[in-house]
């Protein structure tokens, strides 16, 4: 005798569809952008989708398509990865990748592997994260690690944004030739989490130490001290004209920093909106643990400050941005200080502040 059948099973695919979106959520790495980067990234305590695909084979069929809109992939584990999309056919869901680069002398990724993934893969949203080293290599600008001794930051984010219809595999570009995954789409949003250096605070002279980053290599073309000639793609100025967002985030990196990235941000000429956040998210205690060694617990918030005003001042000389937001005002002992620098800054320049952080030019 048969199994009687769930009336859930009796509806109409139509229906099950809308059931279905329903138990979908934003994938976790939504929300944890503007945290210290973990390979905990893509966790999730929500796993009703997964636990509905069991259900029945009809369940199975409809809901894995929405388990592969956005997906996560060790590059260690790619060759596996690509033989399972392309059999399973589930690389037309694909939206949103994340890739994860835990690299160790043992095992070191090639920064190149996008080469591979967006020949079957073409994703509206892909997110890097590795160790500053490789996130520089994959954008094809080699960093100064010199001194990444003083920083400790093993993993920074990268993602890369854009609107288009997804293609299929033969509709796809040849990448072979591309030296960067910035040239590889062309992407007109960028977020990028570099991570916390409030270790540096606790050496003499922290403020000489080079903060291993992309954007220091692109917003200078030299290191203080350094006779370096520093290593840019040669199309860089286009595939940054291409950016309309940027967001940028860190834990209280140095006002002579900042700049840098600052000069970096110029570089976007076609900006339309910029995000900024430089302070811990609430209810982050990385200061209070910090405090224990020999930082002055004054300098961050003084960097802090400074790369403010530095901020307001690049805010008003983006011919083209429309919205600037800060994402410190949290920071209830900092807010009445952030919003006074901010204030002079760009208060009687055309701006306009929504009271939450986020100002448009009028």
């Not at 293609?167 to 960028?190: E, K, N, V």
């Not at 977020?191 to 002279?205: D, G």
């Not at 130490?209 to 917003?219: D, H, K, R």
Request: hydrophobic share 35%; aromatic share 10%.
């Amino acid at each position: 005798m048969s199994a009687p059948v769930s009336p859930l099973e009796l509806l109409p695919n139509e229906l099950l569809d809308q059931v279905i979106s329903y138990l979908s959520t934003e994938p976790p790495s939504f929300g944890q952008l503007h945290h210290a980067p973990s390979l905990q990234l893509t966790q999730s305590p929500t796993k009703d989708l997964k636990h509905l695909e069991l259900c029945s084979r009809r369940l199975f069929q409809l809901v894995r398509p929405q388990l592969f809109t956005h997906v996560r992939l060790n590059l260690h584990d790619e060759p596996d990865f690509h033989s399972f999309m392309v059999k399973s056919d589930l690389w037309q869901y694909v939206t949103s990748l994340v890739t994860i680069a835990d690299e160790n002398p043992d095992r070191q990724v090639d920064p190149f592997w996008w080469r591979r993934v967006l020949r079957y893969l073409d994703p509206r949203r892909v997110l890097v994260m590795g160790p500053p080293v490789f996130i520089g290599n994959t954008l094809a600008t080699p960093i100064n690690d010199g001194h990444h001794w003083a920083f400790d930051m093993p993993l920074q984010i990268l993602l890369l944004e854009r609107e288009c219809k997804p293609r299929g595999p033969s509709h796809l570009p040849d990448l072979d030739t591309c030296t960067s995954l910035l040239a590889s789409r062309p992407w007109t949003s960028m977020t990028f989490n570099e991570s916390s250096s409030l270790k540096a605070y606790n050496h003499y002279e922290y403020f000489l130490s080079c903060v291993p980053s992309v954007l220091a290599e692109w917003g200078t073309s030299g290191i203080r001290g350094s006779t370096r000639t520093l290593q840019r793609p040669i199309d860089l100025s286009a595939l940054l004209r291409g950016l309309t967002h940027f967001s940028y985030t860190a834990v209280f990196p140095f006002y002579n920093h900042s700049q840098i990235v600052l000069d970096a941000v110029v570089r976007m000429s076609r900006l339309q909106r910029l995000d900024v956040q430089l302070a811990p998210p609430q209810d982050n205690h990385i200061t209070e643990l910090e405090q224990r060694g020999s930082m002055d617990p004054n300098d961050p918030w003084m960097e802090l400050a400074t790369s403010y005003s530095l901020v307001g001042y690049t805010v008003n000389n983006l011919p083209c941005l429309k919205e600037f937001r800060c994402g410190d005002l949290h920071v209830e002992p900092m807010r009445q200080d952030l919003l006074a620098i901010l204030d002079d800054v760009i208060g009687d320049r055309g701006w306009v502040h929504d009271g939450r952080g986020v100002w448009r030019r009028s």
